[in-house]
């Protein structure tokens, strides 16, 4: 059955204003729709049109039919139109970029390149060195500074951003002198965090706990679950000296062992102290842009002399406020130095002899302190019976 060609009208909408085509047909093709729009409009050839159709762009030389309809529409098919004018066309032709404005890919790759030159500066490992990090295995999992909404810091004020918080956490993860603790002492801490420099009410609680003593520099939760340094100044200026932001982290670490600060915790912690000055004491031929490790950690010129009397006098300082002496613990303290002197001593020698350099100071004392552990839990044990011959 042969199909019935009908005639029906075109509606041509244009700037928001409607022109009707009439006699249009369902043999009509694409190509006649161009040459009767054109025609309406007055526009000549080398004016680019675009026609619409139920959202599907026509050609003009499309010799296909454009309306298969089987009956009359009840509704007047609508065509979109756009247009360019020719002299709009041979203007943009002719127009050349401007040198001083970038294009899109130069502003893409201008971006990349300020993303990775701002990661390389900020980046907390490259601060102790381009091979510095933390370990594979014993580490802190997560950093977390406060934001301004915590303090009301606004980007005017002179308080350091949180960006620089998270740095400065990152930098405390990957000291080296910490990395070692946390490798010989096989830790991993979920969260580092920042403290609430002014609203911390956990903080609040625990000093209230202890009538004031204690938990005003950091506090740890959950043995290691996670722990928390105040790094700003009271007047939110800016941060707190970097030594005594290490002491708080090792003080804190301690905890995951000993909750109380009686004289097992001050043992273990003075310890974890000895292990932290030796380590960047016996590195100091790791220079990062002109210092040594131990400079940038603040013990530039610490000999391995000087840590067991240098430990004393901060324990003489913090353990006053608990009502304890660090002459009771002293023993294991310098037991504990002692193993340290002979772990880096044996492997100073080794290096040596081998004639390589190599940092692997942090390796040999994990394991020859791991097969001194009986002399330091002979320590520990004997700092608790002491501890409970006081309260009895």
């Known amino acids: ?92 032709s002719q127009q050349t970029s401007d040198p001083l404005i970038r294009g899109l ?51 005017i004020d002179s308080t350091p951003h949180a960006f620089a918080a998270r740095r400065l956490l990152e930098r405390l993860a990957t000291d080296p002198g910490i990395v070692a603790i946390m490798k010989e002492r096989e830790l991993v801490v979920n969260t580092l965090g920042e403290m609430d420099p002014i609203d911390d009410r956990l903080m609040q609680k625990k000093q209230q706990e202890s009538n004031g003593h204690a938990c005003l520099l950091g506090y740890n939760t959950n043995r290691g679950l996670r722990i928390d340094l105040k790094l700003r100044t009271e007047d939110l200026s800016g941060f707190r000296p970097y030594t005594e932001l290490v002491s708080t982290l090792i003080h804190e670490l301690s905890h995951n062992w000993v909750s109380e600060h009686d004289l097992l915790f001050f043992l273990n912690y003075a310890q974890m102290r000895a292990e932290y000055m030796y380590h960047h004491a016996h590195h100091t031929d790791n220079i990062v842009n002109g210092s040594t490790t131990a400079s940038l950690a603040g013990f530039g010129g610490l000999t391995p002399q000087h840590i067991f009397p240098t430990i004393m006098e901060e324990l003489r300082r913090d353990m006053a406020q608990y009502g304890v002496q660090p002459n009771m613990i002293q023993e294991g303290i310098l ?58």
């Open 105 to 155: 890919d130069e502003e893409l790759q201008r971006d990349n390149n300020k993303q990775q030159q701002q990661a390389l500066s900020s980046s907390p490992t490259l601060f102790w060195g381009p091979n510095s990090g933390q370990d594979r295995n014993y580490k802190f999992c997560k950093f977390e500074a406060c934001t301004w909404q915590s303090f009301g810091h606004r980007s």
């Open 1 to 92: 059955m042969a199909s019935t060609t009908f005639t029906f009208p075109v509606s041509l909408s244009y700037k928001g204003k409607t022109m009707l085509l009439e006699n249009i047909s369902t043999a009509t093709t694409g190509r006649d729709l161009f040459i009767q729009a054109r025609k309406a409009y007055g526009w000549s050839d080398d004016d680019e049109v675009k026609l619409l159709y139920r959202g599907k762009k026509l050609k003009d030389d499309d010799a296909a039919v454009v309306f298969t309809f089987t009956d009359p529409p009840k509704k007047t098919p609508k065509i979109i139109v756009m247009v360019t004018s020719s002299a709009t066309v041979s203007k943009v």
């Open 335 to 392: 037991q504990r130095c002692r193993e340290l002197d002979d772990v880096y001593t044996k492997s100073t020698f080794k290096q040596r002899r081998l004639g390589g350099g190599g940092d692997d100071g942090g390796a040999s004392a994990s394991k020859s302190t791991s097969r001194a552990g009986s002399a330091r839990e002979r320590a520990l044990a004997a700092a608790e019976r002491r501890r409970q011959q006081q309260k009895e």
